[in-house]
């Protein structure tokens, strides 16, 4: 196994080498940014981005993880495993109590788990495909019995994917309709407060929280403000200190960077370790065609977008896996930018100037940016593209009728590529009305039994072959187009300390963060 | 009682217009790409088919169309304008939380495009030949032609980013905790900037329109019987000019305050205003049908609301009105 | 007085004719000074204005040159303003003539019908009307036409209001002329001048209205329209002001030119008319 | 009378007012002199475009915008009001000189109470306070004879009928008793009834306040009526000037005589026997009644334009149709000829029931009633050639298009204009435009014309002119005419008979001889005295 590689960028060195020189300081509100505005907060039950990072304070999961994707203890103080693989034991810690003054047990991971998530959560439903049983033994001992040794279990519980809920607040009711789905209950170091929608979502601080002298802030303002210009203005003028990424466009980060008193960090996302790709429609037309598909990757100056698209942050990935995801293979020919070699491969296909349509993604102007950029690569190899704008709703359900020839996406990997890269390519998970699963439509029987036999195969180094094999076959035949490995930059003034200290980032961040004024 | 039967007539007319408007919206937007249940589960990051069942029964989604739209508009007249999908709260509550904020800010518009237009207006009327006549009317049309969101990007980068004078941004200072005097000052200050950006198109409209009617009403007979009269000339502007030229800006008026909710909605998205129109925007992103038939409710019922009340004060201002047809 | 020579007594009108006209030899000669596509990625990205030959304007976040850009987007601007006029004419013309001219029931339920869309804010509509037809010039086009008839079809009305019970339309009924020609020969020809000049500014307003829709990301992503760059240009608009500020100058003209224009044709169609009438 | 006073009150010494450019000609008025004494009453006459009004509106500095006063001097109790400033001239207004106006639906401000208006003319000039000044407005209210003062005094112009208004205009221009009382063609708009009564008030008013009045009009019945001098003037100068009695007498320019020559005279003429006796229009019992359209909470109002009205015309007549505004002899025309439609009675055209035809067939059965308008400018559609406009009809009638334009351009020549199809509406004058009309209606060949007002918005000569031609016409093409008009002379000198109507109801018809010598009727007798300047030319008679 290869350990994951943090984005080794100076500045965000610097700034978290001398962030920790200092002797942490209580008190103090935190300004800083949501975008867009979450549609609600109880973590369990929404788990997209917003709520993830907002929600990510409030609600804790039994591990977190440092920035090279180690589990760290969080709820659960420690766990082992049987030399098969198969039974997880984990140790919680005493004395947590939720936001009501409940302590906080075993039988609330159970429910959690077993009930809440299997009940409401898609992403957590995967995981639970693998697991035989799960049993509470005493108030702080849970054991989880696997149907089958599956390789990235440990990474399955960051607070986003397995939130512990209090069972005593949502056993037996409709949990959609639950009355405390407006004030969210967690055992995490901050408690919600108000929210004030259009406005603001305030947070205070856990006064009782389980790790003593945590955290240092008195509070978190999570302002809403939806135009990415206002949110410049809104740190340029000091009434936010944080921009967590994805909050201004890329085209403002060098110029907001260079501020006085202002850090970046590209830390805090490798986690998710975005993956921008671009599907490509394996079922008809032109993209039909591996020769085709493989034009589309020469055409495309991936370089140039990372460089003014993206301000140099991010990597341009060379296959199907991330250059930090475990089991990378970096011995393969890379697609580098060549229109003559795509020209010539689609003069060998017979390429006739078929429109190809290509579906932007609705995410903002660096996507925009980034479509026009790509449909002029295309267009200068001779494909006949034609871009469709459209947005959110658009999109998804344009992907999810597979009615498209080329189109946007970005990916989470999730750490493991059992988790976040085999869903894009297996032909078991080819269902229409999802824009997330094999949406490319990518059928190869080989590449099927690699994936599935490296997710439950023990120990890492089996995987690593079976995963090698796999990214030599995606190689040739790409199926989706591997566009970036997004940088995910956090903005924030330099007197914000310890502000990342995890792999998911600000999402549980602002636990370690305090104030050096 | 002349007026309570005319604002029932109007009354009932709305209810006509409401219910075709709440049947034409719900068609229109059934038009839309994009299924809700996929959105909200797109924005999950992940989902599955079971998934996308729950969310659609528990939005009624899996209920045949006219189901559905008999379901809202028996649901409409309970005033039960459903939940909004994405937010899992009713539509009623979102709305009614967003609405002071829009009201106050398009009032504020409305209000100050109407005043310094009229203003502007007869000042520019009164000189008509002179050079200042001309440069209101220049200065009118400059801030006709400039596009809304243009000066509020621009207002922004110059009263908060370098002079550092207004908030660029949202209702009040979060985390102030104002009350009370200071929370009244707070707001009227981020006011300040989206309002006067909404106001100076309406404004510009105000102006010509004013002006017009002016040098239009200043030729009429009434006017030259004032001046054989000997009355003073500002007299004359004033009392028998601009009183009739206000006419047919009071009809305009109410036509642009309906308006004005629509423009509202680039400002409010600009300057992070937390009204119906930026919610509106969003609510149509997020295919959270629910939210945009109650908001196009909501704000076509402001709209008839602006209407009758225009029609009231033209009935006070003429009264030819009351008595006649 | 010949009508240019009416026409040209406004100076302004005058101006806003040659700005016009310059606008549109801009959209004419586009193809023609910038061959290539506007869209193409040809210098290094955020170049000022005047810094680099061949880039009097600079170039854009991707190094497109402005230039090119500006005079590409004229001829779409200029062609999305007068296309959805024309369609919006299409719409509230026939609407307005003959609810005008028939009054009563029909009158009753066509304005009705026009009310409705009235009440329904116009830039919210034309938002839904493009999203739910997802963005192409043709959808915009539909949108802003659709949004923008009423006005027309209330003007028309008032106007054949007006005219239906003039004196030469009643002698044209007593010769028998069918209500078809009696509309179209008759009062359509005597209604036009008021109609022009409600274009003039009709075409300013979808100019406005296209670049609004652009701003919030619901532009034509194929073609290169002015409100487009704007709204691309807005999020970097505080390191290169040039990119917004140039398509942003160029609505504002031609919106004013337009507006001019209309005035100009307001006095020039105008006095013979209030003669007629006196 | 008191014409012996020795200084003028206000005396035009050479003025002259200069158009803007562009204009039809230079001057509006060139180098006219006349006096205004205290205590008399100086009509200034002439037809439109003969600059009367201008010399009064300089005096008031009430030029229009780009008109200036370019020479001469008109001096006011002494001082040269043309040199005066826009402030001195102010304080004259009002205070020294009133003006009355032609248009009393136009000259109040419809948005201000009447009392408050009045009240404006003390405030101008700093007289009395708030309470005063209403109770002044009311005296002038009761003074100038307008019926229930007191509610008057709160009523707002568009509640009030023409004749009231213009005795509000008065009680306005009088309110501070000015020296001098300017009053332009103050009756022209008003019907003849009325026009007599307010004639009666100014004569009275002036008698007793020893003002001096410069009253304009074009209606040389009005000058007999109440003018003690006249001024007779024409495109900008003066033709005549002299006391009243010897220019009526003895007119020593042909202009005048031919203005006073124009004025239908008494003399009516002998009615033709009609040529058979099967009517051609035959109307029984018509009724039509307007209803303004009621709402659901609104009562709908009704009007009864036509009640009852019954009687024939017969093939080769002229009837006159004669009544004041209100009268209901437009909507018989409008009737008639099918514009509306009649609520119930019978509506015969040789014998064809006209009344019930419908859609279709009523516009193929058009062609045999045709109508002439009154007003010159708004009959002829301004976008088409006057060719066109008389071809367009039998066009519609399947005629082939050289064919009727053939027969455009022959009716043009009958009207006394031909070679002119090829030019548009502007091009030509009122009486000019009238002819057309007449060209468009006889183009269809009808059985029967309607002229509605055919002649009441025209100079007085012009009129003449085309009651003339109607003559002629009638003559040569054996015309059948229904003839609408508010003027009883015109309508004896052109008709074989006369209705008069009143309220929607006939109130007399007889032949125009008996009407017009023998009226039965009060109300008939009442419009014949009414006419201005009668018994003058009685007398002359």
Known sequence: MKTPLAMAIAAAALTLSTAQADEPRHGGTLNTVIQPEPPGLVLGMIQNDPTRKVAGNIYEGLLSYSTDLEPRPQLAESWEVDDDGLVWTFQLREGVTWHDGEPFTAEDVVFSADVFHRDLNPSARAVLDHIESIEADGDHTVVFTLKQPFGPFLLSFEAGTFTMVPKHLYEGTDFRDNEHNDHPIGTGPFKFENWDRGTVIELVRNDDYYVDDLPYLDGINWHVIPDGASRAVAYENGTVDVLPNGTVENFDIPRLAELDNTCMTEEGHEYFSPFAMLWMNNREGPTEDKRFRQAVMYAMDREFARDVLWNELGNVPLSSFGSNARFHHDGLDPYDHDPDRARELLDEMGYDGEEVRLLPLPYGETWTRWAEAVQQNLREVGINVRTQSTDVGGWNQRLGDWDYDLAFTFLYQYGDPALGISRTYLSTNIERGSPWNNVGGYENERVDELFNEAATAFPDEEREALYHEVQEILHEDVPVGWLMELGFPTLYRCDVKDLVTSGVGVNDGFKDAWLDR | MLYVRLILMRLLKAVVVLFMIIIFNFFLIQMAPGDPAAILAGEAGATDEAFLRQLRERFGLDQPLYVQLWRYVSGIAMLDFGYSYRQGVPVFDLIMARMPATLLLTGTAFVLSLAMGIFAGSLAAARAKKPSGSLIMALALLFYATPLFWVALMSVVLFSVYLDLLPAYGMYTVGAGHTGLALVLDVAKHLILPATTLALFFMAIYTRMTRASMLEASQQDYVKTARAKGLKNSVIQRRHILRNALLPIITLAGLQAGQMVGGAILTETVFAWPGIGRLMYEALQQRDYNLLLGIFFFSAALVIVFNIITDLVYRLADPRIKEGS | ?278 | MTDNHTTPLLSLRHLSISLPKGADRALAVEDVSYDVYRGEILCVVGESGSGKSMAANAVMGLLPKGVRASGGEALFDGQDLLKLSEKQHRTLRGLRIGMIFQEPMTALNPLMRVGDQIAEVFEAHGRLNGRERQKKALALLTEVGIPQPDKAIRAYPFQLSGGQRQRVMIAMALALEPELLIADEPTTALDVTTQAQILELIRDLQRRRGMAVMFITHDFGVVAEVANRVCVMRHGQIVELGKAQEVLKHPRHDYTRALIEAIPSNVIPEARGAETDTALLEVVGLNKVFRSKGGLFKAAREVHALQDVSFSLVKGETIGIVGESGSGKSTLGRCVVRLERPDSGTLKLSGTDFMNLQGEALRRERHRVQMIFQDPYASLNPRHRVGYAIAQGPMASGISKAQAFAKAKELLALVGLGGTDDRYPHEFSGGQRQRIGIARALAMEPELIVADEAVSALDVSIQAQILELLEELKQKLSLSLLFITHDLRVAAQICDRIIVMQHGRIVEQGSAREVFLAPQEAYTRELLDAIPGRDQELANA
Do not use: C
């Open chain 3, 1 to 278: 007085m010949s009508f240019f020579a009416r026409f040209a007594q406004n100076r302004g009108a005058l101006i806003g004719l040659i700005i016009l006209l310059a606008i549109i030899v801009m959209a004419i000669l586009a193809p023609l000074v910038f061959p290539e596509s506007p869209w193409r990625m040809v210098q290094r990205p955020f170049l000022p204005p005047m810094e680099v030959d061949g880039f009097p304007l600079g170039t854009d976040t991707m190094g497109r040159n402005v230039a090119a850009g500006l005079m590409h987007g004229a001829w779409v601007s200029l062609l999305i303003g007068l296309v959805s006029t024309l369609v919006a004419l299409l719409i509230g013309v026939p609407l307005g003539a003959v609810a005008g001219y028939y009054g009563g029931l029909i009158d009753d339920a066509l304005m009705r019908f026009t009310e409705f869309f009235q009440t329904i804010p116009n830039f919210a509509l034309a938002i839904v009307l493009v999203a739910i037809m997802q963005p192409s010039v043709t959808s915009i086009v539909l949108a802003i036409a659709l949004v923008s008839w009423p006005p027309v079809a209330r003007l028309v009305r008032a106007e054949f209001m007006s005219l239906r019970n003039r004196e030469y339309v009643e002698a044209a009924r007593l010769v028998g002329q069918t209500n078809r020609t009696i509309i179209i020969r008759q009062i359509l020809p005597n209604t036009l001048s008021p109609i022009i000049v409600l274009a003039s500014l009709m075409v300013a307003t979808a100019i406005l209205l296209e670049s609004a829709l652009s701003f919030l990301g619901l532009g034509d992503p194929n073609v290169m329209s002015w409100g487009y760059m704007i709204g691309a240009a807005r999020t970097v608009i505080r390191q290169a002001w040039w990119l917004s500020f140039f398509p942003g100058v160029a609505i504002l003209l031609t919106v004013l030119a337009l507006n001019l224009v209309g005035e100009g044709l307001d006095d020039a169609l105008n006095p013979k008319l209030a003669r007629e009438r006196s």
